[in-house]
């Protein structure tokens, strides 16, 4: 398997800044808000990526990663939200076990 960088040091510093001032924001705003700031930030690093990055993985990107709007917050639907975390965690799981080549029990 060949590794190819899919962030540029810009581009990872500007990840970085966001993730290191989304957490000193967290400090001051209501603690449903922490989710979904993560959440901005893998949407952010999946846009940063997403051009060089496999077919599979553009795919996964592309699809259950946005199926949990940027605006969704738990209060609304705590059971919904989870539910969809959940399915994202469970597709991203599966990509990995595939794209890793890792043996499944």
């Known amino acids: ?9 810009g581009e990872a510093l500007e ?13 001051d705003e209501a603690a449903e808000y922490g989710p ?3 959440l901005t930030a893998a949407t952010r690093l999946a846009d940063a990526i997403g051009p060089r ?14 199926q ?11 059971t919904g939200y989870a539910a969809k975390l959940d399915g994202v965690c469970r597709a991203i799981a599966q990509h990995l ?3 890793l080549g890792v043996p499944s029990p």
């Open 1 to 9: 398997m060949t590794t190819t960088m899919v962030l540029t040091e």
């Open 97 to 99: 076990v595939a794209h």
């Open 36 to 38: 979904l700031r993560l």
């Open 15 to 27: 990840l970085l800044a966001f993730l290191v001032t989304a957490a000193r924001t967290q400090l």
């Open 53 to 66: 990055v496999s077919p599979e993985t553009r795919a996964l990107l592309a699809g259950p990663l946005r």
């Open 68 to 78: 949990i709007p940027e605006t969704a917050v738990r209060t609304s639907d705590p």
